[in-house]
């Protein structure tokens, strides 16, 4: 089934990288520090709006992010609470706590496509993962300046 893939963290999800982005970019993950900080982030309401006017049109919505398999229901939560419509969720891996964002996207786009989903666009934020998103041939729009 044709797909759209989303990021969450600064993509549907407001992220001050500056201020949280050593929480979890960095060899130690704070993650319990993080999502103290994400279960009350706004809405990107831009991205939000794409989003579901993609998904009223029939499009098929994937979310894939950089948080861990572990914080699953937080952020389903967190989904539930900003109206985020969605077919599949896609998490870090539990194995792949110090994969960079581009090796863990590329771990969850063969999952996505094992699971039967054929994408052909993806928004994202962060400069390192829409390049690999653009590598691996599906057009990624940057809905955020990424260079962090």
């Not at 201020?19 to 993950?29: D, F, I, P, Q, S």
């Not at 894939?64 to 599949?88: F, K, M, N, S, V």
Request: charge should be negative.
């Amino acid at each position: 089934m044709d797909c759209v893939i989303f990021d969450i963290d600064g993509t549907l999800a407001e992220f001050d990288a500056p201020r949280l982005g050593h929480l979890v970019h960095g060899t130690t993950k704070r993650w319990q520090e993080f999502h103290d900080e994400m279960a009350a982030a706004a809405v990107i309401a831009p991205v939000a709006r794409l989003l579901r006017s993609l998904k009223a049109q029939g499009e098929a919505v994937v979310l894939c992010t950089g948080r861990p398999e572990g914080w699953r229901a937080q952020t389903q939560a967190w989904l539930a609470q900003a109206d985020i419509p969605h077919d599949a969720l896609y998490l870090r891996r539990r194995d792949e706590d110090h994969a960079s964002d581009p090796e863990v996207k590329r771990s969850a786009l063969s999952r996505i496509k094992s699971d039967g989903f054929r994408p052909w666009l993806v928004v994202d934020d962060r400069s390192a993962v829409v390049d690999f998103w653009r590598a691996s041939g599906l057009t990624c729009l940057q809905c955020a300046p990424g260079d962090f």
